[in-house]
């Protein structure tokens, strides 16, 4: 039986460089988390099942954008070049473009590799043809495709508006190491569009509380990395719409004084104190082109649904 290959590079997910980031984020004034933490095994898993919620509009939306536009999006694409997917989480996305792209080869990168160790057997049995490889890789850091990687033209894959996590100067330097490895390739990424507030406070605060669970997760696994002890019921999640920075801010609120240890250090989170563990930027289709252009990007395809909530941009 056909397995894929896979890759995580120390150099990219060093344990203790992983410890020394997370302790600044916590000791500084104002504490924060990195967002990537929030991807672990259990987190992939509960934000799958986000995606499926009625008020995350962001995944239905980039679907009907892709089902209303697939022949003219692999028209522009080019087909049998190598498909490298970026936070690939459980690969469906990528893989509602195998049958128009007939990609040469499949690179999964993501955060958790046991995740792409679930997913990625079932997608090889199903597609035997493709040569595949799952990487455990934080390319948040640092984006260099592995010497196994075939090293042929590629199309990079990043939808889900997941470059909204970044600053403008963070995705910059993302978007500049993508143009880099892409050779004759291209980029084809998912931005979401700003909207009213409503809209917005429905997504990343659902009536299920799925997004507050995927938020509240993250303590676990920092738990896990650096030996703290976060008590997850101590915390709750909550949501800030920054309108002069454009972006959703999710953060973990203190429901009460409480004291957190690990290793040498000690933190007290006063009641009401706040942890920030992710930003999602909003874009105009205007302003991520601009963004695109100073990474070296210099032609542009641009798809949007008739609601003008989210955009699918090919640049090359």
Not at 100 to 123: R, V
Not at 226 to 245: E, M, P, R, T
């Amino acid at each position: 039986m056909l397995q894929p290959t896979y890759l995580t590079e120390t150099h990219f997910l060093n344990n203790l460089d992983l410890s020394s980031e997370i302790e600044k984020g916590l000791l500084s004034k104002l504490a924060s988390i990195s967002p990537k933490f929030l991807y672990d095994n259990l987190g992939s898993h509960l934000f799958t099942a986000i995606t499926l919620l009625p008020e995350y509009y962001p995944t239905r939306t980039e679907k009907i954008i892709f089902e209303s536009n697939k022949l003219e999006i692999s028209e522009a694409l080019g087909r049998k070049k190598g498909l490298i997917d970026l936070g690939a989480g459980n690969c469906q996305k990528a893989e509602s473009l195998f049958h128009t792209l007939l990609p040469s080869s499949y690179t999964a990168i993501d955060f958790s590799i046991d995740y792409l160790k679930e997913i990625l057997p079932q997608l090889q049995n199903k597609y035997p043809e493709i040569q595949m490889f799952g990487i455990g890789l934080d390319f948040s850091k640092y984006l260099k495709l592995p010497d196994p990687v075939p090293k042929s033209t590629h199309n990079f894959f990043y939808p889900g508006s997941s470059i909204g996590n970044f600053t403008k100067t963070e995705a910059q330097h993302l978007l500049k190491q993508i143009k880099t490895e892409v050779r004759d390739g291209g980029l084809l990424i998912g931005i979401d569009l700003m909207k009213e507030d409503s809209i917005l406070f429905n997504a990343y605060d659902d009536p299920l509380k799925l997004t507050a669970a995927f938020n509240l997760n993250i303590l676990r696994v920092v738990n896990s990395l650096i030996g703290s002890n976060f008590n997850v019921a101590d915390f709750k999640h909550c949501i800030k719409i920054n309108h002069s920075l454009e972006r959703v801010e999710l953060y973990l609120e203190a429901l009460k004084d409480t004291t957190v240890t690990w290793a040498d250090h000690i933190r007290t989170f006063k009641c009401g104190e706040l942890i920030h563990t992710e930003n999602s930027h909003k874009y105009s289709p205007e302003s991520i082109k601009n963004l695109l252009k100073s990474a070296g990007f210099q032609s542009f395809h641009i798809w949007t649904d008739p609601k003008n909530y989210f955009a699918l941009i090919y640049a090359t």
